[in-house]
């Protein structure tokens, strides 16, 4: 079945760094993202990255993708206070109609 | 920068009215989506549209449930006979270039 999981929550103190993990179990994925869900807000793209690809970098942001053990991660450098928020991993799963299936988020707290 | 709007903001009806909730895609954007949150819970897929019909569907999407895109620009999500469990936030979202899909603020339903 087609599944995402989180950690619920993550704690840091500003300028040291986060990682944010997920688990999935669609080994047929093509894509996966990272969406940024601040308080009352939508859901923003962070980045994403392909299924052929190990690793990503956009600026603060380093995706890190292991296929093999289906694990996905989201590394932010010199963490803000302005990156608090929730994160969420998802997939597209085999069959792509486009859907996405989103983990449950993970809250992260910066503090300062 | 182009982005996908929502509107209302904010809907409550009563138990067994109709809604319509509305969204404007990115205008070159090609497939669209309806995802709804409840309050803690995780983003849940509703429904795809693609060339002026539904190509997926979920579970939660039964005949209460209608999607339109009447004049090329918007696209519509009905619930025929709201019930209190539909409260919750509804986020349409479109997709561009390498499946990147991009989510518009969206309409909290608050179902009396």
């Known amino acids: 079945g087609e599944d995402v999981e989180q950690s619920l929550f993550l704690s840091v103190r500003e300028g040291d760094s986060s990682v944010i993990n997920c688990t999935y179990t669609?080994?047929?994925?093509?894509?996966l993202y990272w969406y940024k869900q601040e308080p009352g807000a939508g859901l923003q793209l962070l980045t994403y990255i392909f299924s052929n690809m190990d690793m990503k970098q956009d600026q603060r942001l380093t995706v890190l993708l292991n296929k093999k053990d289906k694990h996905l991660s989201l590394r932010i450098a010199d963490t803000q206070t302005g990156d608090s928020a929730i994160y969420f991993c998802a997939e597209i799963p085999s069959g792509n109609t486009g859907k996405l299936i989103f983990g449950q988020g993970t809250t992260l707290q910066v503090k300062p | 920068e182009p982005e996908v709007t929502q509107t209302p903001s904010h809907q409550v009806t009563q138990m067994g009215q109709e809604v319509i909730l509305r969204c404007v895609p990115i205008?070159?954007?090609?497939?669209f989506y309806w995802y709804r949150q409840i309050l803690g819970q995780k983003v849940e897929f509703l429904v795809s549209f693609y060339n002026n019909e539904i190509s997926e569907k979920s579970e939660i999407f039964d005949d209460q449930f209608s999607v339109e895109r009447p004049d090329g620009s918007n696209f519509t999500l009905k619930i025929r006979s709201t019930k209190l469990e539909d409260s919750a936030m509804y986020f349409c979202?479109?997709?561009?270039?390498?499946?990147?899909?991009?989510f518009g603020p969206g309409t909290r339903l608050t179902v009396l």
């Open positions: 205008s070159n954007h090609l497939y």
């Open positions: 669609d080994s047929s994925s093509t894509y």
């Open positions: 979202a479109s997709t561009g270039f390498h499946n990147e899909q991009f």
